[in-house]
Structures are given as structure tokens and as C-alpha cells.
């Protein structure tokens, strides 16, 4: 896979109305990737979006909103920014009505995972079960776990003392797979001393 990292601009930082001009960044970022595919051997047909907190709102938003004031017309709008898969962590959903991807939801979408911890402060495990819920109800493959004990952000850390980090990018190589995004045995590879998630110690919703 090639990994990109998108740079969006930022209320203080850049002085712009956020999210909708993260949105407007984010939407352009996978345009730039399809139009310029061949010359970063990227696969246009197999886009995948990643993000957490505000970055799990930017990567739904992608998928699910599609109104004209969210558009960037730095590329050709007729160059879709539909992601191919969305996987998300602990994904912030509270801003303007309009831009939050939970009120977008229609069908052809493509699939989601989501990410989130029983104990975050700051994103409920009922909201993102309601989120779960309309997705499949829209016909959407959606996968939704909830790690007991994690906090906002507790996937992060790719190191022995998080076992969830790996337990969550196993589950991501898994889905990827189903969903033809990758192909093959899983190079996933757990270091040694890394605790393993039991099924006790999460809930799941397919």
C-alpha cells in the first residue's frame, strides 16, 4: 500500500472556517491522487481514507457528503473524492449539522470500520452505534468495535504497550480484504510481548 498523510488547514494555524474548508482539503487531496495516479503508482480504484477525532470526521465526510459548498474547484469536480473503504477512529461527528457525515447517510456507499473506546470522553458508544446502524439500514458494509476500557485515541501507539493498536490493524487487514482493497495473506506481523485482545475485552456489531 502507499500511505499519504493530508495536511489540511486549520482554524488558528490558517485563519479558515473549519471543518468545511478541511473538508474542501480533504476532498482535493484524493482528487490530486486519482489525477496524478499513474505517476505515484496509485491504484485510482482502491482509495482507501483513514482518520481519527476530526480526521474520522474529514474521512466520512468524503464518502457521505456531497453538496457543492464543500468542493475545492482547484481540481475537476468531475473527478470523484468517493473513497473506496473508510476506516475510522473514534471519528467527531459535533459540528454544523451540514457537515456532519451522520446526516448524509444514502445508499452506495462504500464500506466502513470504525474504532472507539467504551471510556472516550469525548464521542458516546450510543452515537456511533446510531451511525452503525443507518449505514447497514442504507444497505452499507459497516463494522463498528468497541474496545472496553479504551479512551479517545486508543488505538494509537504502535508499540508493545498498546495491544490495541495491532488488534485494530488485524481487524483492518481483514476487512480490507473482504472488500477487495488488498489481496493475500496478511503481512501483519505482532512483535513479541504483545498482549493479545481477547473477545472479552471488546464489543463488536456487523
Given at each position: 500500500?502507499?500511505?499519504?498523510?493530508?495536511?489540511?488547514?486549520?482554524?488558528?494555524?490558517?485563519?479558515?472556517?473549519?471543518?468545511?474548508?478541511?473538508?474542501?482539503?480533504?476532498?482535493?487531496?484524493?482528487?490530486?491522487?486519482r489525477?496524478?495516479?499513474?505517476?505515484?503508482?496509485?491504484?485510482?480504484?482502491?482509495?482507501?481514507?483513514?482518520?481519527?477525532?476530526?480526521?474520522?470526521?474529514?474521512?466520512?465526510?468524503?464518502?457521505?457528503?456531497?453538496?457543492p459548498?464543500?468542493?475545492?474547484?482547484?481540481?475537476?469536480?468531475?473527478?470523484?473524492?468517493?473513497?473506496?473503504?473508510?476506516?475510522?477512529?473514534?471519528?467527531y461527528?459535533?459540528?454544523?449539522?451540514?457537515?456532519?457525515?451522520?446526516?448524509?447517510?444514502?445508499k452506495?456507499?462504500?464500506?466502513?470500520?470504525?474504532?472507539?473506546?467504551?471510556?472516550?470522553?469525548?464521542?458516546?458508544?450510543?452515537?456511533?452505534?446510531?451511525?452503525?446502524?443507518?449505514?447497514?439500514?442504507?444497505?452499507?458494509?459497516?463494522?463498528?468495535?468497541?474496545?472496553?476500557?479504551?479512551?479517545?485515541?486508543?488505538?494509537?501507539?504502535?508499540?508493545?504497550?498498546?495491544?490495541?493498536?495491532?488488534?485494530?490493524?488485524?481487524?483492518?487487514?481483514?476487512?480490507?480484504?473482504?472488500?477487495?482493497?488488498?489481496?493475500?495473506?496478511?503481512?501483519?506481523?505482532?512483535?513479541?510481548?504483545?498482549?493479545?485482545?481477547?473477545?472479552?475485552?471488546?464489543?463488536?456489531?456487523?
Amino acid at each position: 500500500m502507499i500511505a499519504v498523510s493530508v495536511d489540511y488547514r486549520l482554524k488558528d494555524r490558517d485563519g479558515v472556517e473549519v471543518p468545511l474548508e478541511c473538508v474542501k482539503d480533504a476532498k482535493s487531496a484524493i482528487r490530486y491522487l486519482r489525477v496524478n495516479a499513474r505517476e505515484l503508482k496509485v491504484d485510482p480504484e482502491k482509495v482507501v481514507v483513514a482518520g481519527g477525532s476530526a480526521g474520522g470526521q474529514l474521512a466520512s465526510a468524503m464518502a457521505t457528503i456531497t453538496g457543492p459548498e464543500t468542493n475545492d474547484d482547484a481540481y475537476d469536480l468531475s473527478i470523484s473524492c468517493k473513497p473506496d473503504a473508510v476506516i475510522l477512529y473514534n471519528p467527531y461527528f459535533k459540528c454544523a449539522p451540514e457537515l456532519s457525515p451522520p446526516n448524509h447517510i444514502v445508499k452506495g456507499l462504500p464500506p466502513f470500520i470504525t474504532f472507539l473506546g467504551d471510556e472516550d470522553r469525548a464521542i458516546t458508544v450510543e452515537s456511533l452505534e446510531s451511525f452503525h446502524k443507518a449505514l447497514k439500514e442504507a444497505g452499507t458494509a459497516s463494522e463498528l468495535y468497541i474496545g472496553k476500557g479504551g479512551k479517545h485515541g486508543f488505538c494509537n501507539g504502535r508499540h508493545k504497550d498498546n495491544p490495541f493498536f495491532y488488534w485494530s490493524l488485524e481487524l483492518e487487514d481483514r476487512f480490507l480484504v473482504e472488500h477487495g482493497i488488498l489481496s493475500g495473506a496478511s503481512m501483519v506481523r505482532i512483535p513479541e510481548g504483545v498482549a493479545t485482545i481477547s473477545k472479552q475485552e471488546y464489543d463488536s456489531y456487523q
